[in-house]
């Protein structure tokens, strides 16, 4: 008689799911409440853009209102073409400015920070450096417009210094609400910012440090040649985070910076959303301006995702 070959038992893909939800149940616990945030806020909502392509009314609901194709994207870039291009291009040079400005500043701070051998100076700097993030964006514009006035702190700095003769209007003038707010930003996230890279850094091997030192190398050349190739990855991922916010700026701190002396250079995707969508009733203009921003920053980290692949072999997938 031939003797069968018996196959090896493989366990199929539920049962392997089974067993791991089993091993791993109180981490899949932990999980839970993010995956369910995340399900409820922001993927089930996805459901509402139909109306960017509907003539959306309350009373008749999202089923009753008409359909009407691209015409509210029709209507954004050809009848309010004005306005399309100078709230596009205040979002860009704003979150250009971020980028070139803010985007290193927690990476140069964190570097900064590994160099400080007192750990109980480097310890209150950091703490003091986390404060910011933690204060409200009233309280941060409300400041902002404090120091700022007409007869404020930095006004009167500026006249005791002799720089001006007269007070500089910052709050009124247009070509100021963009160093102000890209400003306030680093000084707001800048030890915050830094967390992730002071995490980076303390993974660097120590012994790499030490044959940087045999070598000769200063705190300076090691700085450049162990601990910022150490971070690289870090970097990479956070700049490609970054990118996918482009077409973004805070609602809340522009809307209470800006008024209408400052549309010029302060108006931007969000708060025109907010004035044609909400306090216009426009819903249907919102979803579609809305939907446009949301495509441009997926088609933004997709592209980035690829060139940083290609330059330095670390991506997000």
Do not use: C
């Amino acid at each position: 008689m031939e003797k069968s070959l018996s196959k090896p038992y493989t366990p199929n893909r539920w049962q392997e799911l089974k067993k791991d939800l089993i091993r791993n149940k109180n981490l899949y616990l932990m999980v839970l409440p993010i995956v369910a945030y995340y399900f409820i806020f922001h993927y089930i909502p996805m459901y509402g853009l139909q109306i960017a392509f509907k003539d959306f009314t309350p009373a008749k609901g999202i089923w009753g209102s008409q359909w009407v194709g691209l015409e509210k994207f029709r209507e954004f870039f050809v009848y309010d073409s004005y306005y399309v291009w100078r709230i596009i291009r205040n979002t860009i040079l704003i979150n250009v400015y971020d980028l070139i400005f803010g985007f290193p500043a927690p990476i140069i701070f964190a570097l900064l920070l590994n160099e400080i051998k007192n750990s109980i100076y480097k310890r209150t700097l950091q703490t003091v450096s986390y404060m910011p993030h933690f204060i409200s964006t009233v309280v941060i514009v409300g400041m902002i417009m404090d120091f700022f006035s007409r007869d404020g702190l930095i006004n009167q700095i500026l006249k005791s210094i002799g720089l001006v003769s007269e007070p500089i209007s910052f709050m009124t003038e247009p070509g100021w609400f963009r160093p102000l707010y890209v400003g306030s930003g680093i000084w707001q996230n800048l030890g915050w910012g830094s967390i992730v890279y002071l995490a980076a850094i303390s993974n660097i091997d120590p012994q790499l440090y030490e044959a940087a030192l045999i070598d000769g190398a200063g705190r300076f050349k090691q700085a450049l040649y162990v601990t910022i190739p150490g971070i690289l990855p870090t970097i990479v991922i956070m700049f490609l985070l970054r990118v996918g916010h482009m077409m973004n700026v805070g609602f809340e701190k522009v809307y209470l910076m800006y008024n209408p002396l400052t549309y010029e250079t302060a108006d931007v995707i969000s708060t025109y959303v907010y004035r044609k969508g909400l306090l216009e009733m426009d819903y249907s203009y919102g979803a579609a301006v809305g939907l446009f921003n949301s495509v441009i920053n997926f088609l933004l980290v997709v592209f980035s995702n690829k060139i940083a692949k290609k330059l330095t072999e670390t991506s997000l997938w």
